[in-house]
């Protein structure tokens, strides 16, 4: 079992930056990838980054280029910076954890993006 928690979602302008935090409740160093995904209101939940065990990243093509996850092995924590933030950016994200056959989540965050 992996419990994570997610935190640092909230309200900002657009333009403005959020950092997302996951932490989890065991090593991650040897998990196959860890993800942030984002779910709108009456929308599906939607692919944000990715990062491998290996270092591999992939992002949605609306976010490239404004947010960045990273991953800090010892402290068995994943980040999501999001800069420029855009109002289409508003939702639930959520952190995704996949060891070698299965796949947990967090409870989701909040964010808002005020115009």
């Known amino acids: 079992q992996v419990q994570l928690v997610e935190s640092g979602g909230g309200l900002v302008q657009v333009g403005g930056s959020l950092r997302l935090s996951c932490a989890a409740s065991?090593?991650?160093?040897?998990?196959?990838?860890m993800g942030w995904y984002r779910q709108a209101p009456g929308k599906q939940r939607d692919l944000v980054a990715v990062?491998?065990?290996?270092?591999?990243?992939n992002y949605a093509e609306s976010v490239k280029g404004r947010f960045t996850i990273s991953r800090d092995n010892a402290k068995n924590t994943v980040y999501l910076q999001m800069n420029s933030l855009k109002p289409e950016d508003t939702g639930v994200y959520y952190c995704?954890?996949?060891?070698?056959?299965?796949?947990?989540w967090g409870q989701g965050t909040q964010v808002t993006v005020s115009s």
């Open positions: 995704n954890a996949r060891p070698l056959f299965t796949s947990y």
């Open positions: 065991r090593s991650i160093a040897s998990f196959n990838s």
């Open positions: 990062i491998t065990g290996g270092g591999s990243l």
